[in-house]
């Protein structure tokens, strides 16, 4: 079985850190905030092996241009994969119950 390099582009680790903070100084839950990103790391590490087995994003054109997407917690972890290159490009951690034609409107692919 073939891995995947995982690469986090600047913009999704900037999701990660906003989502820490959120967690810890507005909803006052440190641990928690540790916790939901650990799971959200160690889930886009997963995407090593077999970054396929997760769907496409329902939401187009995203779903055309091939953008999967994978629920950790509450929330979705945007990518897509270079096959040519065994790549795993992660350009997004989403809330899941916020819009989200919107917030990938808003996202830069690369």
Known sequence: MEEYTIRITR???????EIRRYIEMELLAPIAAK?????????????KKMPDRIHLTPEQPWHDQ???R?????YYIYYWIDEEQKKVQIIGVIY???DQSR???SMDME
């Not at 916790?35 to 995407?47: C, D, G, R, V, Y």
């Open 35 to 47: 916790n939901t990103i650990a799971a959200i790391k160690a889930e886009m590490q997963s995407l």
């Open 96 to 98: 899941v119950k916020r």
């Open 66 to 68: 091939g953008v999967r």
């Open 11 to 17: 913009q999704a680790r900037e999701h990660l850190r």
């Open 103 to 105: 917030q990938l409107e």
């Open 70 to 74: 994978d629920r950790v917690k509450n």
